[in-house]
């Protein structure tokens, strides 16, 4: 299952594969509760627990699974490494421009504004995208 979750990861030990699946999927299914749970209780947070510790819970968790992401990078072999970073750097340049492009729509026409919480699903959907193309011309 994790060749389609993470492809042209072959390289990496799979022991760093299967720390890689379980920790960042742990991490990330809690931190999309924590916001989840943020937005359905109206921002209020749960009683006797204050609403930044579930905003900095889930940005904790959110570098922590960046981290383990980096380290799976570092674990594979030139070539494949070469391709995750590329992938990473076009699919932040994308977001960074719809980001950016949406903010100005918005000061300059009205337009509904894309809130930047959106960067991070946007970033995985681009990068898992960029990551076939770019490795289309390797097969």
Known sequence: MLKYLMPET???????RRRYA??????FLI???LIFYHGVSGGEGAPGLPDH???????ALFCGASYEFWRLVAALDELQRRL???AAAASGLI???????SSLAAMFTG???LEAFFGLPMWAL?????????SRRYS
Not at 22 to 27: G, H, I, S, V, Y
Not at 53 to 59: D, S
Not at 95 to 101: E, P, S, T
């Open 10 to 16: 072959y390289t990496a030990p799979p022991a760093a």
């Open 22 to 27: 379980w920790r960042t999927t742990t991490m």
């Open 31 to 33: 931190a999309i509760a």
């Open 53 to 59: 510790v579930l905003v900095w819970g889930a940005m």
């Open 84 to 86: 995750h970073v590329n």
């Open 95 to 101: 977001v960074l421009l719809v980001l950016a492009a």
């Open 111 to 113: 337009a509904p504004r």
């Open 126 to 134: 681009i990068y898992y995208a960029a990551l076939f193309v770019f």
